[in-house]
């Protein structure tokens, strides 16, 4: 099934329910929407040469346009590739280069000079800003019919770095974007016309997932005059709109305990992910905002959907497991198998540490361009997150470590070997280690532990120039240490976790 059918499906139920409102700009309603989506899927095709199968790249902050444009995409038989905007130009060309892009929408913050400069292939992609005549124009267009597409037809083409830190297209078929939605429906929000799905994470990640069960069942899409996260302006939305959803990383719940001032009467459920949330912070949020959060597990090869916490699991305490239950990430979505795996793949008892392990019908495809990776993530059919977990014996996972090294910083994903690779560039620089450390604010923080070239001085103003000019700026370490030497094993490997207890609290 094309996930376009099921924008359609709403626009004849609801096609006067309002579908998109990004504030102080654009209103659709459900039936203007679809005719948007039809027209613009029939451009792709004559205006842009766009044939089935082809990606499309959508580099943008939140708007509007990102709605119809996902739509029109599946619609045309194309696959999204939604980028974050922050990425440094040099990354986005990388995935404009290794998906073969011919077609990149974007928002006027994009500096695509500095990414067609950086381009590798020779492949010529035709940039338009949504905001411009040119896009505009494309609505001229007789609305087209939606194409039939294969289960297995790629629709998102998520683009998440590996352990060597180099970017890896995930590719989430259209059938597994339809079980992340049923998912979603059944175990996360039981969503309804009315509704408000605010967007002030990311649409190139999570918050942009949640569009497809949201417009499923008629809810609207809420895109702030920010196009972002501002505590001000949510307080404000929550005391105007009835019924309002949204994701957030970890951080940005804090932020808003901090700092919003209004009752949140109309917040129906905070949804959060993406990186650690301490108990003491969640008992925090539970007092501010009472039984309203729901917490979820995924990572980009099964985006959102392996576990939940919800939220009665926040606050039921009738057999004295509560605080367990919160240090938790929750129990399987509906579908969806877990298992604790050791080195060997041999499945672990319960309360033991191994990696945690997953299948079901929201898992990838695999990666595009790399059967070498795929084969070894997907390895006898269970996608292995390189995440190290317990399960309970009622089926709560609690995350215990990341075999990857993986640091999630605010919400976004930071592989410690992309950092070293650019620092270690700097004349001055012999050995570095890229560690997370807890931070209250951003969930982890990033510090550079750096050993020096014999007679060399310490220049954190000429590390921080080096990271700015190949590194987006959400990736920099925000604390630099200068040691004699890195702790090492007999093999020369780098201790990392003696590397982490040996600065802490420094």
Known sequence: MNLAHMLLR????????PAVIERDRTQLDYARLADRVLRLASALHSRLAQQPGARVALVMKNNAAYVELLYACWAAGLAAIPVNVKLHPREVAF???DAGATACFVTDDVDTVAVAAARASQTSTTFIDVDSADYRKLFDSAPGEIADVLQDAVAWLFYTSGTTGKPKGVMLTHANLLAAALNYLADVDHAAPGEHLLHAAPMSHGSGLYIVPNVAAGCTQLIPASRGFDVAEIDTLLALAAGTKFFA?????????????GEASSLKSIIYGGGPMYVSDALRALERFGPRLTQIYGQGESPMTITVLTPADHVDDHDGQRMHRLASVGRAQTGIEIEIFDEGDRRLPDGRIGEVCVRGATVMRGYLNNPQATATTLAGGWLHT???GRLDAHGYLTLVDRSKDLVISGGSNIYPREVEEVLLRHPSVREIAVIGEPD???????VAVISLREGAVADIAALEALC?????RFKRPKRYVFVDDLPKNAAGKVLKREL???????
């Open 249 to 261: 990383a970890p951080t940005m719940v804090m932020r808003l305990v901090e700092g919003m001032r």
């Open 440 to 446: 209250r604010e951003w969930g982890e923080a990033l």
């Open 386 to 388: 390189g995440d190290l």
């Open 95 to 97: 995935i404009l280069d």
């Open 10 to 17: 709403t626009a004849r139920r609801l096609p006067g329910a």
């Open 500 to 506: 982490r207890e040996r600065i802490g609290g420094r």
């Open 468 to 472: 700015l000019e190949h590194l987006a």
